[in-house]
């Protein structure tokens, strides 16, 4: 069974940046085809799609938030991590990691944790 855990504070403020971390188990992010994506919900709002983080490495980015994200990854502790600069509070909602294997359907997410933008 694969699980997602994000991590990260919960507050941030105003021009910082939002780090938080997605830590995998029951499964390798570097195993064929699969995609790692993070995925928010700002409160009233649909979800909107950040970026990915493919199973070899490469990156992709919404064209909306692509000069302020920045994805990776730690292949050793099966974590893959998102970066947003710059934030506003604009930025608040709950953040999700979730497996995908192309295309926009993703058959695990994690729990979800909530990000506030605040000073």
């Known amino acids: 069974q694969v699980q997602l855990q994000e991590s990260g504070p919960g507050l941030v403020k105003p021009s910082q940046t939002l780090s938080l971390t997605c830590t995998v188990s029951g499964g390798s992010i570097t195993t064929s085809y699969y995609t790692w994506s993070w995925i928010r919900q700002p409160p009233g709002k649909g979800l909107e799609w950040m970026g990915v983080?493919?199973?070899?490495?490469?990156?992709y980015y919404s064209p909306y938030l692509k000069s302020r994200t920045s994805i990776s990854r730690d292949t050793s502790k099966n974590q893959f991590s998102l970066q947003l600069n710059s934030v506003t509070p604009e930025d608040t909602a709950v953040y999700y990691c979730a497996r995908g294997r192309g295309g926009p359907t993703y058959d695990y997410w994690g729990q979800g944790t909530q990000v506030t933008v605040s000073s």
């Open positions: 983080i493919n199973y070899d490495g490469t990156t």
